[in-house]
């Protein structure tokens, strides 16, 4: 199989501020044209790594290739990278014409040229009649639409993105994220894009990259490090995680059973018991979105049902946030309306289905789960 | 009977009398006709600002002073723009110290600034010249112009410079393409301080000009010794124009230049 081309690798990078260390031993490839995600809360260490990347900070250790170039000496200026700021940072005594060909020039483009691409780039970010104005002029939607077509019209290796939406308000927000995954697709950019936003990172990712602490606690597709979190970390940070102790009580090839501490017993898929003996510790994660609750469950072989106390409701329109006590277990459940929600004080019944039990990895857990909170 | 806020309307009708009536006679007497530069004025007349203009030493003087100042705005203002970039933009040991050295020349007394200065070049036994006298305006004037534009840069967020960086600009092309640009009213307000501070000083021009060389300053001085020459009145009026009138039209530009480039 032909191996993908990365843009870009680190190797064991890491970066140091004194005796803090910002960013330990990470290692990534980037593939050609994919959409990668940084996130994490402030502090992981996302921004440092994108400024690593981009040459604004040097790595204190460990390579970082662009286009299997080792970079690490390289300033920014000859890196060939479109950058994005959360602020826009268009400057603000050039027209929008010289904001946009601001880059171009410095590459010894002729002038029609430098004028085709600054008009092609801000057709591509739907802004094709500012060219005149001053960025002052434009909304912040507007402005970081200017901000990306500078960064594209030099036909950048990588596109870095650092919190590019998180200046805009909720709704644009949303609509810059469509807007900016079509033109990434269109140009088919390999591209880096820093969030705290965890629905941003899902919904905009190739490959999300869950930080904490100066270290990546789980890679990989959006499903996987949603649907198979790898530590606590990841459970909590993207979305609500019930998480309990429990031990293995059977890990055979076709079930795995757990006797939770203070509650039920819980069934879990077989991969999740691969390695794992009878007696063993383990951590166990429920998505809140996967308990479902109802006055009356039909039983089946690969579910678990509980009975349990509505002790209070978060009504959220189109569905509800439940928070469920049943024996000595607190649980929350996260479930669409159909009419009315569940009431306060009301009895339910919790199903708890295998394939939603995700084992985590107790040699991960606890890294950085404590300031999840 | 006065109530309280006509009090205080008296008291700052009369602070401001104090400080601008005596600026305000001088004006007024350097249009007067008379032999002497004292009330009452006999009729108005340009006369003393004719005789100015023909008397060579203030001229020499008036030379001097321009070219003193415009070289001390200028060599200040690229120091102090570098300094500020230094001390803004980077970090290095003892910067603390070092920034709170370049602003000391504020707090020294000019009189001892000026000795010393003057004891170091007998030191290093080199003649007073007119290098020594820019030297010394340089000195006292650098630090007004690193606070102005210290200020400012502290406002230019370093992203337009990380912009600039990665489109492929080099260091000195950023600076002379973003941040010098968005700088431009502060080197100004710099420059014009620097230039009215010059233009201005005696202490130290006492101490540091070269025999035969005067400033306005000093000229006056010299000339206040023998007489008081209606003469003077006339200076002061140009003096005025110069160290009031441009310092302030300066900021007006400068203040409209900073809305423009403001987001």
């Known amino acids: 199989m032909a191996q993908q081309a990365n843009a870009v690798e680190l190797h064991n990078t890491v970066k140091r501020f004194g005796e803090f260390t910002a960013v330990h031993s990470m290692s990534l490839n980037v593939t050609d044209g994919s959409f990668v995600t940084f996130v994490g809360p402030s502090g992981c260490g996302k921004t440092t790594t994108l400024r690593m990347i981009a040459g604004l900070e040097n790595a204190t250790a460990g390579d970082i290739l662009i286009r299997g170039q080792r970079v690490n000496d390289i300033p920014i200026h000859k890196r060939n990278l479109g950058l994005v700021f959360q602020n826009y940072a268009l400057f603000p005594h050039k027209t929008i014409f010289e904001n946009v060909a601001f880059g171009l020039k410095y590459r010894n483009v002729d002038k029609q040229t430098i004028a085709r691409r600054v008009r092609e780039a801000l057709q591509l970010v739907q802004l094709p009649h500012v060219e005149d104005r001053l960025p002052r002029q434009l909304s912040g939607g507007q402005q970081q639409r200017i901000a990306l077509a500078r960064a594209i019209v030099i036909q950048p290796d990588v596109l870095l993105l650092d919190e590019p939406l998180s200046a805009l308000d909720a709704n644009l927000r949303e609509e810059m994220r469509v807007e900016l995954k079509r033109i990434q697709r269109e140009l088919g950019i390999a591209t880096i894009f820093v969030t705290h936003d965890q629905a941003e990172a899902l919904a905009m990712s190739d490959r999300v990259v869950v930080m904490s602490n100066g270290f990546i606690e789980q890679e990989g597709t959006p499903e996987e490090v949603y649907n198979e979190p790898a530590s606590e970390f990841v459970a909590n940070f993207l979305g609500i995680s019930n998480l309990m102790s429990g031990s293995v009580e059977d890990a055979s090839a076709d079930t795995v059973k757990i006797a939770v501490e203070g509650g039920p017993h819980l069934l879990a898929h077989p991969r999740e018991g691969r390695g794992k003996h009878k007696g063993d510790r383990a951590r166990l994660a429920v998505r809140a979105e996967k308990v479902f609750l109802a006055e009356q469950h039909a039983a089946d072989d690969d579910s678990v049902i509980i009975d349990g106390t509505i002790d209070a409701v978060d009504y959220q329109g189109q569905a509800a946030r439940y928070f469920v006590t049943a024996g000595n277990l607190s649980w929350q459940a996260v479930n669409p309306i159909d009419r009315h929600p569940f009431h306060e004080g009301q009895a339910v019944k919790l199903r708890i289905r295998a394939q939603d039990v995700v084992l985590l990895d107790p040699a991960r857990s606890g890294n950085g789960a404590e300031q999840a909170g | ?263």
């Open chain 2, 1 to 263: 009977m006065l109530s309280g806020w006509s009090l205080i309307r008296l008291g700052t009708v009369l602070v401001y009398l104090f400080m601008f009536a005596p600026v305000a006679v001088v004006i007024l007497l350097s249009f007067n006709s008379s032999q002497f530069g004292a009330f009452p004025m006999e009729g108005l007349s340009f006369r003393w600002f004719v005789e100015l203009a023909n008397n060579d030493a203030i001229v020499r003087a008036f030379k001097t002073s321009i070219l003193l100042g415009i070289l001390t705005s200028v060599i200040s203002t690229t120091l102090g723009v570098m300094a500020s970039l230094a001390m803004v933009r980077y970090e290095f040991p003892g910067k603390n110290l070092l920034n709170t050295a370049l602003i000391a020349p504020i707090l020294i007394p000019e009189v001892v600034l000026a000795v010393s200065l003057l004891l170091f070049l007998q030191f290093l036994s080199m003649p007073k010249n007119f290098l020594l006298l820019l030297l010394g305006h340089v000195i006292f004037t650098l630090p007004f112009v690193v606070l102005v534009v210290q200020a400012r840069l502290v406002g230019i967020k370093k992203e337009y410079e990380e912009a600039a960086l990665s489109l492929g600009a080099g260091p000195i092309q950023t600076f002379f393409a973003v941040t010098l640009p968005l700088l431009m009213p502060a080197v100004l307000a710099g420059m014009l301080f620097a230039f009215t501070i010059s233009f201005d000083d005696i202490t130290g021009t006492l101490f540091w000009k070269p025999p035969g060389v005067e400033t306005v300053p000093t000229q006056i001085f010299a000339m206040l010794r023998i007489s008081i020459s209606p003469e003077i009145n006339a200076l002061g009026a140009v003096m005025i124009i110069i160290t009031v009138v441009l310092p302030l039209s300066g900021a007006a530009l400068a203040r409209r230049l900073a809305r423009r480039s403001a987001e």
